[in-house]
């Protein structure tokens, strides 16, 4: 008989780069057997940097709950990312701290991502949708990566904040990509990981103080405008501020969007029967179809929290001071929770798909959820509507220990005739 023994160490980057199954599989056996086990640490991103903690993994969806929604005992002022960013998480603005700076920060942007405003978007972004399959329709193959998934976002984020030059619109996207691909190979010319990431936000951050400036000057009726304008305890933002928020904002919409649209479209690739069934009845449909999708690949893979006082869970003391990783990956999985939780159903009702894509609820829960999902329903319905004949090839997975990325796909399909 043969043994076969789970790797658990989720701590290198080598670990990393093995196929994705691999790290199901070690989430499944930590689940079952060891669900809050201590990993060693990381390795550095930088060799001038010392990166010497280990951290707790989390692997089951009842802790991940219990961590997310308990902000003073479990603490983002210290850092969100396995891997330590000095300095540079204080870029990451108000997603790196606690309640109340948290709260005050968060809300002078959270009004233009409810519900009600994401609405009022629905007409303008579904064109932008239209507009990146318009010029691809006609090409019959290539990158669906490159010509759709970075696009939408792209564009979408670009409109947010009043960019309209098209050089520069493609300069954010490759930035956005790059601040989210530390660790892949792909980047690895520029320098080590905390450089890769360094060098894109600070250039991302360039971008903002020039627009700030810019809009604090002549105001017009983009998110820019607004957040430029904006009071942040009693004061404006500085235009760094603005910048370092533009940073993130232009992470956390372009990255795991794209990368759960490329998710997105090889599962229904690999179930052409439930394809059809959700294109039988799109409107009723597709919501239930993309919180599958999230659920099955989330393209967040973890957060991180930082332990206030000792805390004991899931029979382990966790010491004030410890990094605590939260992996959706893993969560999203668990069979405490989801029924046949290997397998991908859109037919799983959202009352029994109470996924953690989007974090695991609590203050930090993520701010673009609405728009995300209307990003995501447009592109699956034009997508599927204009690419006639759709054949989806292998997916080039990101190696990254945060997200679960895809950096090339190709794809084909009976041309469009113009
Ligand atoms: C499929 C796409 C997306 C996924 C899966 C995703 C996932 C996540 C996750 C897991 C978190 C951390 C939650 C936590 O720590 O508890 C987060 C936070 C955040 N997300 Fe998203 N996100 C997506 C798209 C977006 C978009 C489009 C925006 C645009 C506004 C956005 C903005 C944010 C912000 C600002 C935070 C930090 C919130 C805070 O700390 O208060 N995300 N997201």
Same mark, same amino acid.
């Given at each position: ?52 903690? #280990?951290? =707790? %993994?989390?692997?089951?969806? !009842? $802790? *991940? ?9 479990? +603490? @983002? ?102 601040? #989210?691909? =530390? %660790?892949?190979?792909?980047? !690895? $010319? *520029? ?9 894109? +936000? @600070? ?216």
């Amino acid at each position: 008989m043969t043994t076969y023994t789970v790797d658990t160490n989720l701590s290198p980057v080598s670990f990393w780069a093995q196929p994705r199954q691999v790290h199901l599989d070690a989430f499944k056996w930590l689940r079952e057997n060891q669900p809050v086990i201590w990993n060693d640490p990381p390795g550095s991103l930088d060799p001038n940097l010392d990166n010497a903690k #280990g951290f =707790w %993994s989390i692997t089951k969806y !009842a $802790h *991940i709950k219990e961590i997310s929604c308990n902000p003073k005992v479990f +603490s @983002s002022a210290d850092g969100i990312f396995i891997d330590d960013f000095p300095q540079l998480e204080s870029m990451l603005s108000f997603v790196v701290s606690d309640p109340p700076r948290h709260t005050n920060f968060r809300n002078i942007v959270s009004a233009a991502f409810t519900q009600k405003n994401i609405k009022k978007m629905e007409e303008r972004n579904t064109a932008i949708v239209r507009s990146v399959i318009d010029k691809c329709a006609s090409l019959g193959e290539g990158d669906l990566c490159q010509l759709i998934t970075k696009e939408v976002p792209g564009r979408i984020f670009a409109s947010y904040f009043g960019i309209t030059d098209e050089d520069e619109i493609k300069y954010v996207m490759d930035l956005a990509e790059q601040f #989210g691909a =530390w %660790s892949d190979p792909e980047f !690895a $010319h *520029i320098g080590s990981p905390l450089q890769v990431f360094a060098d894109a +936000s @600070s250039r991302l951050s360039e971008i903002a103080l020039r627009h700030a400036e810019e809009r604090r000057k002549n105001p017009s009726e983009d998110l820019m405008s607004w957040v430029a304008q904006a009071q942040y305890e009693g004061q404006r933002m500085t235009v760094e501020e603005v910048g370092v928020f533009f940073a993130l904002l232009a992470g956390a919409v372009n990255d795991p969007t794209r990368h759960s649209a490329a998710h997105m479209l090889w599962l229904f690739a690999q179930h052409p029967d439930q394809l059809a069934y959700l294109m039988a009845d799109f409107d009723n449909r597709a919501e239930d179809a993309i919180n599958e999708c999230l659920r099955v690949e989330p393209p967040v893979m973890h957060f991180r929290r930082t332990a206030t006082v000792d805390y004991e869970l899931g029979g382990q003391t966790i010491k004030a001071g410890d990094k605590v990783v939260m992996w959706y990956l893993s969560s999203n999985r668990d069979a405490d929770v989801f029924d046949r939780p290997d397998e991908f159903d859109i037919r799983r009702p959202v009352k029994q798909n109470p996924h953690q894509a989007f974090g695991g609820g609590g203050v930090h829960y993520c701010l673009g959820s609405m728009l995300a999902k209307q990003m995501l329903r447009a592109q699956l319905w034009e997508v599927h509507t204009r690419l006639k004949n759709l054949e989806v090839g292998e997916r080039t997975i990101m190696v990254s220990n945060f997200l679960n990325g895809v950096m090339k796909m190709p794809g084909k399909w009976t041309p469009e005739k113009r």
